[in-house]
């Protein structure tokens, strides 16, 4: 495995912008999850897709917040008109299932840094 | 609905002391608990899971955990803290199913020389 990546690492952004954020997941593994993590915080639970279809979202996701994997590997994460509080770290997981209806557990990319100036 | 409580915020440990880390969670069926590690500005990594069987589970790093149903605690322990180990940790829960998980705020790992 050669581990979940993101790109990019950092963003700084000026209010107002959009962004996207890029996951690619450990290969064969058909789940992929999306978090959000600010300073002194665990990691919040934001969507997560089983292949290509997205089965569910929180309400954290904001109407400014759209996430996609289109063919079921890769997936983005666009933020629309940023706000200041959505400085955070956006953090990428995949998983694998295990049997009929249980999966394995999550592996963690190493985030992306958002400063919303 | 699932939540995860790390009552201690912040913990202080001599390098070679003995450590445990605090983690209760509330959930309506048998739960999925993992231990994440995170270091400054990183992802998080996977020391140990429980999905069933044996209720004292091995790690990586020589760290281990012990589910107690009665009392819905899995708490971290290791016998001896090395200063490589300071990073803040975090308790998760999750279904069986596993859509999301769910964390705890984490407890931050300071180790005195």
């Known amino acids: 495995d050669t581990g979940v990546s993101q790109n990019p690492r950092h963003k700084i952004t000026k209010r107002g912008q959009n962004v996207t954020f890029r996951c690619d997941p450990i290969s064969e593994h058909n789940r992929l999850y999306w978090y959000r993590q600010t300073l002194g915080q665990g990691p919040e639970f934001l969507t997560y897709f089983q292949n290509e279809a997205q089965l569910e979202k929180s309400r954290l996701l904001s109407d400014r917040f759209s996430a996609e994997r289109p063919k079921g590997s890769f997936s983005t994460l666009e933020i629309q008109r940023t706000e200041q509080g959505d400085s955070a770290m956006y953090l990428c997981a995949s998983s694998r299932r295990r049997g009929t209806n249980s999966y394995n557990e999550q592996f963690f990319g190493p985030g992306t840094r958002l400063t919303v100036l | 609905a699932q939540s995860v409580t790390q009552p201690d915020i912040h913990i202080t440990v001599s390098e070679g002391a003995s450590l445990e880390l605090r983690c209760n969670y509330s959930?309506?069926?048998?739960?999925?608990l993992f231990w994440y590690v995170q270091s400054p500005g990183q992802g998080l990594q996977l020391l140990l899971k429980?999905?069933?069987?044996?209720?004292l589970v091995q790690g990586i790093k020589g760290f281990e955990a012990e589910f107690k149903r009665s009392q819905s605690s899995f708490n971290l322990r290791k016998p001896s803290v090395h200063w490589s180990d300071a990073a803040e940790y975090f308790c998760a829960v999750g279904a069986t199913n596993a859509g999301k998980s769910t964390f705890g705020d984490g407890t931050t790992l300071t180790v005195k020389p």
């Open positions: 959930y309506g069926a048998t739960p999925y």
């Open positions: 429980y999905f069933s069987g044996d209720t």
